[in-house]
């Protein structure tokens, strides 16, 4: 896998507008709370390239007024790495730094899909 392909999974989120934007009111959302500056944070982020799914992604070190917008939206505390996955617009699961694996996100969508 290339990293253009990479990238295209994740959208870039640059302020509330457009995370409000980003998130449906139906459905499965993913979050990535990113520093590109912190090496644990590049190793989460390889995880969640490994999904197929598109992930908004929350440069926090470039815009930190964005985790104080996620913690006041899901009520979790912010730690960079941060992944959370939404379900109409709550929070189902999430998880930071080393916890954050591919294989651990898959599990709680499909937790979330199949308990409907």
Request: glycine share 10%.
């Given at each position: 896998m290339?990293?253009?392909e990479t990238d295209a999974r994740?959208?870039?989120i640059a302020d509330a507008d457009a995370l409000a934007a980003w998130l449906p009111p139906d459905?499965?959302?993913l979050l990535y709370l990113d520093d590109p500056y912190c090496p644990i944070c590049r190793r989460a982020k390889r995880e969640m390239s490994r999904l197929d799914e598109e992930i908004a992604l929350l440069d926090v070190h470039a815009h930190p007024e964005l985790a104080d917008v996620v913690e006041e939206l899901t009520g979790i505390r912010h730690e960079s790495p941060q992944t959370i996955v939404?379900?109409?617009?709550a929070p189902i699961w999430s998880a930071s730094h080393y916890a954050i694996r591919a294989d651990a996100v898959l599990r709680a969508m499909e937790?979330?899909?199949?308990?409907?």
């Open positions: 290339n990293q253009t994740f959208v870039l459905g499965l959302a939404l379900r109409d617009g937790r979330t899909t199949t308990a409907e």
